[in-house]
């Protein structure tokens, strides 16, 4: 046993990850309800929200046998299940909202010099998800928390684990990343392009 004899957390987390269904049972009666607010916070009706706790507990259980006890089990199952949130949110809700969840974004983007083609108007808003799912993770899940939830900076400091200050730039390097890549795919000028990201 070792290590696990004295830390009650690893010694819980090895007898459920050894399939001990008690074990199993107490960490989903610990953690359970916590995890299902987490996933309401990314999911749009309580059903859904349901649906991704089941979803985040499997992948949790397949992993039990990583956690090492450095930190208590209730943080590292948190962390764990915000990840897969996000994962979960950027891969499925974020193809669905595609209309409105990028209106935020274009706001940023100069306004097309042809106001005949709402088709244009839909390309750009598909290019934006498509640009958007290419980034580096943590400068596309800054962007999709604050400009696409709406969340508050500090509420994404939370979540993410990092100071605020961290939020902010971070958020200001992912917008202008964005703007400049789809500047790129957009050929738009590069001087429009750059007086709409000192408006962020």
Not at 134 to 152: H, K
Request: charged share 30%.
């Amino acid at each position: 046993m070792g290590n696990a004899a004295l830390n009650p957390d690893l010694f819980l987390a090895r007898r459920a990850a050894r399939s001990d269904p008690r074990a199993w049972e107490e960490i989903v009666e610990l953690y359970g309800e916590r995890i299902y607010n987490l996933c309401l916070r990314f999911a749009s009706t309580p059903a859904e929200a349901e649906d991704l706790t089941q979803d985040v507990f499997v992948k949790l259980y397949g992993h039990l046998d990583q956690y090492r006890g450095e930190v208590p089990l209730v943080a590292w199952a948190l962390r764990l299940s915000r990840n897969l949130c996000i994962d979960h949110y950027r891969h499925h809700r974020l193809r669905k909202q595609s209309e409105t969840a990028s209106d935020e974004v274009l706001r940023h983007m100069p306004a097309a010099d042809d106001p005949q083609s709402e088709v244009q108007a839909r390309e750009r808003r598909r290019l934006v998800h498509r640009t958007l799912a290419e980034m580096a993770e943590d400068l596309a899940t800054v962007v999709l928390l604050r400009d696409l939830q709406g969340w508050s900076y500090e509420e994404v400091a939370g979540y993410l684990e990092v100071p605020l200050g961290t939020v902010k730039s971070r958020l200001n390097r992912a917008r202008r990343e964005l703007v400049s890549r789809l500047e790129a795919r957009l050929e738009l000028p590069p001087a429009a392009v750059s007086q709409q990201v000192s408006s962020c």
